[in-house]
């Protein structure tokens, strides 16, 4: 098969290593470094599995600048762009899928359309209308930033928004792509995929923000959250995962997906989904008022970014925490080697770990690192089960 995806974020760059393993793929991205770097098997995203796979498989991987002229007799497209949450729509930014469908249109391919960005509900359905040359067809994505190809190559489920026999080609490409063939392949409507998606998102979310509220509730009262944690978690019904304490949750996916999931539910009584948004923002408060009584003078953030191994910034919970603390007049530098630029939000950036630890009388940092084990008596976190 001849597949084309469109935009290297985690998501893409992922279905473009995965399906290179058995299906002729081209990459576009408007980051011409990405698709230089793809295919000089240099990863344009923080994830091991694909630096190794580049490094060390053979893929069928190419790359194009000239998109969409040389675009011809592709079989599928698949979209990855990104589609941010706009607070002023109250709904996902789907221009960049919308500017992707008129290049296909304008090309000499009419190749079956894999939308893979997070869409609002009914978007496909809509879309489709517009577009009706080709078949679009929404598969949502579940992986994790940091792991996106890991967790393609072990699907925990194949969801195809189709039951067209192009949307069964298309599951059988990725589960033939996959390491684990012994997995459940499901075709819904396009609207029960897309509600899929953010429903996942916003379970994780919701599971995040309680064990977030728990441990606010453990710290006002001089609790053990480690032990209220571990001793709820041994029910099977709830289980021992998801369930570390952190600032808040953060990222590219579940801010913007539970607000995108509340906005669908204009029409519809909910109380839930409103909460998830509210407790986050009410945690970020509380760890900053915990942070304030401290009474540092300097604060030092270590690393931006929501988890080792990723490079994304953006929402991070750490950026809200930040905002809070410098309104309350405390001076802040930070530590984040991902930012090129000499301030963040108008504090220093440090480039020197060594000085960064010297000059900051209290380190934020939202999970536990071994660069952080010599100012142990420092540190300000909420990460129970990483720091052994």
Same mark, same amino acid.
Not at 84 to 111: A, G, H, M, Q, W
């Given at each position: 098969?001849?597949?084309?995806?469109?935009?290297?974020?985690?998501?893409?760059?992922?279905?473009?290593?995965?399906?290179?393993?058995?299906?002729?793929?081209?990459?576009?991205?408007?980051?011409?470094?990405?698709?230089?770097?793809?295919?000089?098997?240099?990863?344009?995203?923080?994830?091991?599995?694909?630096?190794?796979?580049?490094?060390?498989?053979?893929?069928?991987?190419?790359?194009?600048?000239?998109?969409?002229?040389?675009?011809?007799?592709?079989?599928?497209?698949?979209?990855?762009?990104?589609?941010?949450?706009?607070?002023?729509?109250?709904?996902?930014?789907?221009?960049?899928?919308?500017?992707?469908?008129?290049?296909?249109?304008?090309?000499?391919?009419?190749?079956?359309?894999?939308?893979?960005?997070?869409?609002?509900?009914?978007?496909?359905?809509?879309?489709?209308?517009?577009?009706?040359?080709?078949?679009?067809?929404?598969?949502?994505?579940?992986?994790?930033?940091?792991? =996106?190809?890991? +967790? &393609?190559?072990?699907?925990?489920?194949?969801? !195809?928004? %189709?039951?067209?026999? $192009?949307? /069964?080609?298309?599951?059988?490409?990725?589960?033939?792509?996959?390491?684990?063939?012994?997995?459940?392949?499901?075709?819904?409507?396009?609207?029960?995929?897309?509600?899929?998606?953010?429903?996942?998102?916003?379970?994780?979310?919701?599971?995040?923000?309680?064990?977030?509220?728990?441990?606010?509730?453990?710290?006002?009262?001089?609790?053990?959250?480690?032990?209220?944690?571990?001793?709820?978690?041994?029910?099977?019904?709830?289980?021992?995962?998801?369930?570390?304490?952190?600032?808040?949750?953060?990222?590219?996916?579940?801010?913007?997906?539970?607000?995108?999931?509340?906005?669908?539910?204009?029409?519809?009584?909910?109380?839930?989904?409103? =909460?998830?948004? +509210? &407790?986050?923002?009410?945690?970020?408060?509380? !760890?900053? %008022?915990?942070?304030? $009584?401290? /009474?540092?003078?300097?604060?030092?953030?270590?690393?931006?970014?929501?988890?080792?191994?990723?490079?994304?910034?953006?929402?991070?919970?750490?950026?809200?925490?930040?905002?809070?603390?410098?309104?309350?007049?405390?001076?802040?530098?930070?530590?984040?080697?991902?930012?090129?630029?000499?301030?963040?939000?108008?504090?220093?950036?440090?480039?020197?770990?060594?000085?960064?630890?010297?000059?900051?009388?209290?380190?934020?940092?939202?999970?536990?690192?071994?660069?952080?084990?010599?100012?142990?008596?420092?540190?300000?976190?909420?990460?129970?089960?990483?720091?052994?």
């Amino acid at each position: 098969m001849k597949i084309i995806v469109i935009g290297l974020g985690y998501v893409g760059t992922a279905n473009a290593v995965l399906l290179s393993q058995l299906n002729e793929v081209t990459c576009f991205d408007l980051d011409y470094s990405k698709t230089d770097n793809i295919t000089k098997g240099i990863s344009p995203i923080e994830d091991k599995e694909v630096s190794y796979y580049l490094s060390s498989k053979k893929l069928n991987l190419n790359s194009s600048k000239n998109y969409p002229v040389d675009i011809d007799n592709f079989d599928f497209a698949i979209i990855a762009t990104p589609t941010n949450y706009d607070v002023n729509t109250n709904t996902f930014d789907t221009s960049s899928i919308e500017k992707s469908l008129e290049n296909i249109k304008k090309s000499n391919s009419n190749p079956t359309v894999i939308i893979r960005s997070t869409i609002p509900v009914g978007y496909i359905k809509k879309i489709q209308m517009k577009y009706n040359d080709f078949e679009i067809i929404f598969v949502p994505e579940f992986l994790r930033e940091g792991s =996106a190809l890991k +967790d &393609s190559l072990h699907p925990s489920r194949i969801v !195809i928004g %189709s039951h067209s026999e $192009k949307g /069964k080609v298309f599951a059988k490409l990725l589960l033939d792509s996959s390491l684990d063939k012994n997995v459940q392949i499901i075709h819904t409507n396009s609207i029960e995929a897309e509600s899929s998606k953010l429903f996942s998102n916003a379970y994780l979310a919701m599971r995040v923000a309680f064990f977030n509220e728990l441990d606010s509730f453990a710290i006002s009262n001089d609790l053990s959250s480690k032990e209220i944690i571990h001793a709820i978690s041994l029910d099977p019904r709830i289980g021992d995962f998801y369930n570390n304490p952190s600032f808040g949750y953060g990222g590219y996916c579940l801010p913007k997906d539970t607000k995108q999931l509340l906005a669908n539910f204009e029409k519809t009584p909910q109380k839930i989904f409103k =909460a998830i948004v +509210d &407790s986050n923002a009410i945690r970020k408060d509380f !760890i900053a %008022s915990e942070i304030t $009584k401290l /009474k540092p003078k300097t604060i030092g953030i270590y690393k931006l970014a929501m988890k080792e191994g990723s490079d994304n910034i953006r929402e991070s919970s750490m950026q809200g925490i930040m905002k809070r603390v410098k309104a309350k007049g405390i001076k802040v530098i930070v530590y984040e080697p991902l930012i090129k630029e000499k301030r963040f939000l108008n504090s220093e950036i440090y480039r020197d770990l060594e000085l960064f630890k010297k000059d900051a009388d209290l380190i934020l940092c939202n999970r536990s690192h071994p660069d952080l084990k010599d100012v142990q008596d420092r540190i300000f976190t909420r990460d129970l089960f990483n720091q052994d």
